[in-house]
């Protein structure tokens, strides 16, 4: 099986999508009071997420930034959508691990107050990288002449 660099562009959003739906499972447990499930879901998130960060970290050390192929108002569009996921993704970084340092450490006042910004974000972040993903791979590659 012979794997190319843009093959991992899928299994990326792959991982960012069981992110976000554990992100989602999560939240429902922790509303209705089982912090079991939702930290079993929170850890499998982070798991993804970090798998996601090693394929991201490969991808981009061997194929440079993304192209995309879409012309008039969808460019905009486009990189409006990916300025603030980068953004946001920059933001969440140190946010999620302390976010967990706090539960971890038993301090869900701090937690809980940290996580009301930090869930939101990884949700966007998470959503958009596959939005990104889709529009510039499957919507608007970019079309060799």
């Not at 991992?8 to 509303?31: P, Q």
């Not at 008039?72 to 691990?97: K, N, Q």
Request: glycine letters at 6%.
């Amino acid at each position: 099986m012979n794997i190319e660099i843009q093959d991992l562009t899928h299994v990326m959003a792959a991982l960012n999508s069981v992110s976000v739906v554990c992100l989602i499972i999560a939240y429902t447990f922790i509303r209705s009071g089982d912090r079991q499930q939702h930290r079993a879901f929170m850890i499998a998130a982070l798991v993804v997420s970090a798998l996601f960060l090693v394929f991201y970290v490969i991808y981009k050390a061997n194929s440079g930034f993304a192209q995309f192929g879409g012309e008039g108002w969808i460019r905009p569009v486009y990189f409006s959508i990916l300025v603030v996921h980068i953004f946001g993704a920059i933001a969440i970084t140190p946010m999620v691990p302390l976010t967990v340092y706090r539960a971890w450490k038993g301090r869900f006042d701090q937690h809980r107050r940290l996580a009301r910004w930090t869930y939101p974000l990884w949700l966007y972040v998470g959503v958009s990288g596959v939005v990104v993903y889709v529009m510039a791979v499957h919507l608007f590659p970019v079309t060799q002449t």
